[in-house]
Nanobody
């Protein structure tokens, strides 16, 4: 088992930036991929970013890809989500997730591939 703990959310004005952190409780944890998802009020959970652990390859949906970066610190077993040029529609609870599903050509954008989830952290973007 591994526990994921997100931090870094908050209130920011439109056009601003935030960096979220996700720390894994187990230092020896090597997932197949790490991902970030979000859920806005009244909406379905949405994929935001993924990072394949073995290669470092990243993937983003069109809605965020020009202003979002997922990265990692192997020494700290931490994954980050940097979001810039934030918009009110980015307001949501953001969740970090870890997948142990073996790579089979996926970009790890499907939430069903993730077995471990953090508790979520709120980002609110004011206009």
């Amino acid at each position: 088992q591994v526990r994921l703990v997100e931090s870094g959310g908050g209130l920011v004005q439109a056009g601003g930036s935030l960096r979220l952190s996700c720390a894994a409780s187990r230092r020896t944890f090597s997932p197949a991929a790490m991902g970030w998802f979000r859920r806005a009020p009244g909406k379905e959970r949405e994929f935001v970013a993924s990072l394949r652990w073995s290669t470092g390859l990243t993937y983003y949906p069109d809605s965020v890809k020009d202003r979002t970066t997922i990265s990692r610190d192997n020494a700290e077993n931490t994954v980050y989500l940097q979001m810039n040029s934030l918009k009110p529609e980015d307001t949501a609870v953001y969740y970090c997730a870890a997948s142990t599903a073996p790579y089979s050509g996926t970009n790890y954008s499907l939430s069903d591939l993730y077995a471990y989830w953090g508790q979520g952290t709120q980002i609110t973007v004011s206009s």
